[in-house]
Every structure is written in structure tokens, then in C-alpha cells.
């Protein structure tokens, strides 16, 4: 399954760090912070040799870090792919 991702809104937030942060600089940051969480190939593939990540393996890090980062995400399941879309949101 190829797993792709999109940003579809381009909303500005509050000020975080004292900057208004965009969705794109929202996901950048999610990025680099997902680059720390030592991500762990659960999949295997016998036959050929190889291991793979799995949605387990990645969603929860990418919850939490949307959580931190005001981003809603959803995903849409293909019939050999995924695509995941992200929104900026702001909390009253």
C-alpha cells in the first residue's frame, strides 16, 4: 500500500512561539519531530527480504504530534492506497 500525504488548507493559528504558524510550517515541524521518535519496522516480508512500516508503527506519533501541533488529520483508505489530509485548527 503506498501511503502519501496533503495538506489541503492553508489556515494561519494563533501565535506559537510568537509567530503565526501556517499548516505547511505546522507539518514541517511534525516532520522533524517525527524524524526523533526512532520509528521501528514492524512488517515483514518473508519472501522477499525486507521490512516495512505500518500504519501502528507511525499513527500514534503522528496523533500526538497533531495533538501539540492544532492539526486535525483524516484519512482515506484506496484500494491500494492511503491518503492522509491535514487542516490547522484552533482551539477557543
Avoid at 12 to 17: A, E, P, R, S, V
Wanted: aromatic share 8%.
Amino acid at each position: 500500500m503506498q501511503i502519501t500525504a496533503s495538506c489541503v488548507h492553508d489556515i494561519q493559528d494563533k501565535n506559537i512561539g510568537g509567530k503565526p504558524m501556517n499548516i505547511h510550517e505546522k507539518v514541517q515541524k511534525i516532520k522533524l519531530e517525527l524524524l526523533g521518535c526512532n520509528l521501528k519496522k514492524s512488517g515483514s516480508n518473508k519472501f522477499s527480504g525486507f521490512k516495512y512500516y505500518e500504519l501502528g508503527d507511525f499513527m500514534p506519533h503522528i496523533i500526538r504530534l497533531c495533538e501539540k501541533h492544532k492539526v486535525c488529520t483524516q484519512i482515506t483508505f484506496h484500494n491500494d492506497m492511503a491518503t492522509l489530509d491535514g487542516n490547522s485548527f484552533v482551539s477557543d
